[in-house]
């Protein structure tokens, strides 16, 4: 059973930094992709970062590119995602995507197959 659990979120003040961390067990996706998915109230679900397993190659939304940093450790499974100089309107729930094997596109979420539960993360002004 796959299973992606994120951690690392929390209240911080508008300026701050959090580091989400999101591990993933029961599969790992060497030969595929990890990313970060964010969803605030009344919004639809976005994308903010991913990256390839192999290679290393990082993708980043337009909103956070210059603040956020995605990055992985392979021995431990684990994908994260360092958010600096945080705004309000950075505040939502933040989703970990697993892609299960090659995939052309890794920004959108019709490419994901396994979900972590989320985890809120609240900027202050």
């Known amino acids: 059973q796959v299973q992606l659990v994120e951690s690392g979120g929390g209240l911080v003040q508008a300026g701050g930094s959090l580091r989400l961390s999101c591990a993933a067990s029961?599969?790992?996706?060497?030969?595929?992709?990890m990313g970060w998915f964010r969803q605030a109230p009344g919004k639809e679900r976005e994308f903010v970062a991913a990256i390839r397993w192999s290679g290393g190659s990082t993708y980043y939304a337009d909103s956070v590119k210059g603040r956020f940093t995605i990055s992985r450790d392979n021995a431990k499974s684990t994908v994260y995602l360092q958010m600096n100089s945080l705004k309000p309107e950075d505040t939502a729930v933040y989703y970990c995507?697993?892609?299960?094997?090659?995939?052309?596109?890794?920004?959108?979420?019709?490419?994901?197959?396994?979900w972590g539960q989320g985890t809120q993360v609240t900027v202050s002004s």
């Open positions: 029961g599969r790992t996706f060497s030969n595929g992709a």
């Open positions: 995507g697993g892609v299960d094997g090659v995939a052309v596109t890794i920004t959108t979420q019709s490419s994901y197959n396994y």
